[in-house]
């Protein structure tokens, strides 16, 4: 019995593989041809591959973002929130600042299904330290009835930075997240607390220099 050659074995084992199948009268002397010709079959078989890998990758991520965006709005409703809005001014409680400020808040936790438990209402100036409705909604955190803080924007909690940002941030040691409606600002997430600093730094930064304006001119009067 004759043994087939080495060549028509290689051929014949190629032709079983689709993207390597070749005539059966190809010349094997050109050796090189033949490496690049399946060389590139290859490269285009591993691109097919790659391709539908990634649309899977992309199906998976998809399916996973749609699940953690769900948990999350059922998270978030079940969260115990609380609100404070605030006026600088006896007079400004009178007007729509303060009704406003509801407003938004109100369809904000409405929007995002959010369980508004209480708005607490203050009319004082954005550096005075001792502020009730602050040290109420502290109280309320440490005890557990409040998780999530929401507020029309940053500086209803407190302009000046120092006690802003420590406030702000013994808020989040104890577990609560802070909103801000019109900043867009959520503190469960990295970019929010990002932001959130930043937005402090900024308003120092406008009182130090309207406070270095007036005693500017103050000193001016008097030469």
């Known amino acids: 019995m004759e043994v087939p050659s080495s060549s028509w074995d290689f051929e014949l084992t190629l032709q079983y593989i689709p993207i390597f199948s070749i005539p059966k009268n190809y010349n094997y ?39 953690n965006y769900t948990m999350n709005k059922k998270e978030k409703s079940m969260s115990k929130v609380f609100s404070i809005v605030r006026v600088s ?26 369980n508004l438990i209480e708005i607490i209402e203050e009319v004082y100036s954005g550096t005075t330290e001792d502020r ?4 109420y909604l502290m109280d309320k955190v440490k005890s557990g009835e409040c998780d999530t803080i929401i507020v ?12 802003g940002i420590n406030y702000i941030t013994d808020l989040m040691d104890l577990g609560c997240e802070i909103i801000s409606t019109q900043e867009q600002i959520d503190t469960s997430s990295i970019s929010g607390k990002f932001f959130l600093n930043m937005l402090l730094s900024l308003s120092e930064m406008d009182i130090s220099t309207i406070k270095f304006r007036l005693n500017n001119g103050k000193s001016h009067r008097f030469l």
């Open 29 to 67: 002397s050109n050796l090189l041809t033949t490496t690049l010709r399946i060389n590139y079959r290859l490269i285009l078989f591993l691109i097919s591959l790659m391709y539908y890998h990634y649309i899977y990758i992309y199906f998976v991520f998809v399916v996973i973002h749609f699940v």
């Open 89 to 114: 001014s006896v007079s400004q409680s009178d007007n729509t600042s303060l009704l406003n400020q509801k407003d938004v808040i109100r369809n904000y936790c409405e929007l995002y299904n959010l």
């Open 132 to 135: 009730d409705g602050l040290n």
């Open 152 to 163: 029309y924007k940053i500086d209803r909690l407190m302009r000046d930075f120092r006690s």
